[in-house]
């Protein structure tokens, strides 16, 4: 069976560098067959791992030993980290490797760090490069000074940048991230140059190679741009995003943004990278919108529809109508939910599905806390309809009565006044469940309606509901320009005299 690594060099020699179906045969040697579905696929073949992976001992400590060697630099000449006393100080954390192996790696680190700071000047085409990082900002979120995570991309020719805030670096927030770059761009450009970031590489190898994560290949393959990973430690290789992490935190986020949510942030980070198009950067000859516009025609177009940006997995319902992510809780509809669902993890938010349905039955934003409940009260209406006597100790009521509005109380010590006897609390539920489709300011002002029209009642609630939605009559002017004998009829003053006269017989 095909690796997701071929599907993505035919798809790349048939799309991009224009190859025949039949030259690709001859090239890799499948059926035609093969070569043709693939290159028409905008999926990757399944397979599975038929060996497990091999273990590396000194993987884990790779990063380890590179900073013991970095370290040389302010240490005495005759007092730095030798291989020998690397290999002891690692073998004390666990490592159970050959000191042999060891070495070897210290000479390849050490190699590196040799090289001369001395850096070439480049220049880009149009088009053809673009550079990704990751920084940190803080803002004020809800009330709270948070720290977020910024994403950036920058293309090379025409400088212009885009910047997206995330809560974390997972990999379902690289992906989104980019195709808002690519979007913001109107296209992709085709080479994107990284650091070895763990949701895109899997093991660093020798020189320029690397493991990359399947995922990573899936999505490569989909939008057919080329990926090129940095020296680690080289940041120079992608100086000009790396300049651009700063720069953007200095002249976006300060003073630090006070926003309500993630999507008001980004919106107001948007509005900033359009202005910065208005920006000339030093030995350009236009500003970044100029260049830009004419870089945006060498971009490989977007395709049809968006990559979906999330993370799949297959989850098990709990006894109280809840399943389980990462160490979080959250909620379904108690009258639709089955014994196994499909979430979708995004950035965001959090999508579940029932087995084989293409909507969801559940939305949540998502939460990036630990061992939290994630409740939607409207969830769990349909089970309290059944059971109306664990109204007031049903937690995802108690978390919303919190923050409901007064006139809520206000209609549910009525409608208990009313029935004492339990179908107070069972109407009040349904007026709730008209939650599903009016609004909260909808049914807040319907409800303030039925009260004061002394039909506080689910069919009352309904009534102003449908009155809220049906816009108040107008009529249209009546046009007499064909009559003028009747124009200012009904304009002129009352003269109550005519009444007395015509009460009395008179003319």
């Known amino acids: ?65 590179q900073e013991l060697l970095a370290q040389n630099q302010q240490l005495p000449r005759k007092q730095r980290w030798t291989a020998p006393s690397i290999y002891r100080q690692i073998q004390a954390d666990g490592y159970a490797g050959a000191e042999s192996t060891v070495r070897h790696y210290v000479g390849q680190v050490r190699k590196l760090l040799k090289q001369p700071a001395v850096y070439l000047p480049l220049t880009f085409d149009p088009g053809g490069d673009a550079q990704m990082d990751w920084g940190e900002g803080d803002v004020i979120l809800g009330g709270q000074q948070v720290t977020v995570q910024l994403f950036l991309m920058k293309l090379s020719y025409s400088r ?19 195709v808002a770059a ?11 140059s990284y650091d070895n970031l763990k949701t895109a590489v899997k093991e660093i190898l020798q020189g320029r190679h690397r493991v990359e994560q399947e995922a990573f290949f899936h ?23 790396e300049h651009s992490v700063g720069f953007n935190r ?20 948007l509005r900033r990278c359009l202005a910065d198009d208005e920006r000339q950067v030093d030995g350009q000859p236009n500003s970044i ?31 109280y109508s809840q399943v389980q992510l990462e160490t979080n809780r959250y909620s379904v509809p108690s009258d639709l939910a089955c014994r196994e669902l499909t979430a979708k993890l995004y950035p965001f938010e959090v999508k579940l599905y029932r087995p084989g349905e293409s909507e969801p039955i559940a939305v949540h934003p998502r939460c990036y806390d630990k061992h939290q409940e994630i409740l939607d009260p409207l969830h769990y209406l349909s089970l309290l309809a059944q059971r109306p006597g664990a109204f007031d100790h049903a937690k995802p009521v108690r978390q919303w009565r919190a923050a409901w509005p007064s006139v809520y109380e ?62 108040s009559p107008t009529f249209p002017t009546l046009d007499l320009t064909d009559r003028p004998r009747l124009t200012g009829i009904g304009e002129q003053a009352v003269q109550a005299g005519t009444y007395d006269a015509l009460l009395g017989g008179g003319q």
Not at 226 to 239: D, I, L, M, Q, R
Not at 293 to 306: F, K, S, V
Not at 447 to 457: M, S, T
Request: one cysteine or more; charged letters at 25%; a positive charge.
């Open 1 to 65: 069976m095909l690796t997701v690594k071929e599907w993505e060099q035919i798809r790349r020699a048939y799309h991009v560098e224009d190859k025949s179906l039949r030259e690709i045969v001859r090239q890799t040697g499948r059926a035609f067959r093969t070569v043709k579905k693939m290159a028409e696929s905008e999926e990757p073949p399944r397979y599975r791992r038929q060996e497990s992976p091999q273990a590396h001992k000194l993987g884990p400590y790779k990063e380890r030993i």
């Open 219 to 241: 999505f490569r393959g989909y939008y057919l741009f080329e990926s090129h990973f940095c020296t680690p430690g080289a940041g120079n290789e992608k100086g000009q995003v």
């Open 160 to 178: 212009r940048t885009f910047m997206m805030a995330f809560s974390g670096q997972k990999q379902e927030a690289l992906f989104a991230g980019h």
């Open 289 to 319: 919108g100029q260049m830009w516009q004419e870089e945006r025609g060498w971009l490989r177009p977007l395709p049809a529809r968006p990559f979906d940006c999330c993370r799949t997995t297959t989850v098990t319902l709990n006894g």
């Open 182 to 192: 690519f979007d913001f761009f109107g296209g992709v450009p085709q080479r994107i």
């Open 410 to 471: 206000t209609l549910l010590a009525e409608l208990r006044d009313k029935w004492p006897d339990g179908r107070g609390v069972r109407e009040f539920i349904a007026i709730l469940q008209l939650h599903r489709d009016h609004s909260q300011a909808e049914m807040e002002q319907a409800i303030g309606a039925a009260l004061a029209h002394h039909c506080a009642h689910a069919d009352g609630v309904r009534l102003w509901l449908t009155q809220l939605r049906q816009p």
């Open 250 to 269: 200095r002249n976006f986020l300060v003073p630090l943004p006070e926003v309500a949510s993630f999507a008001e942030l980004n919106d107001y980070l």
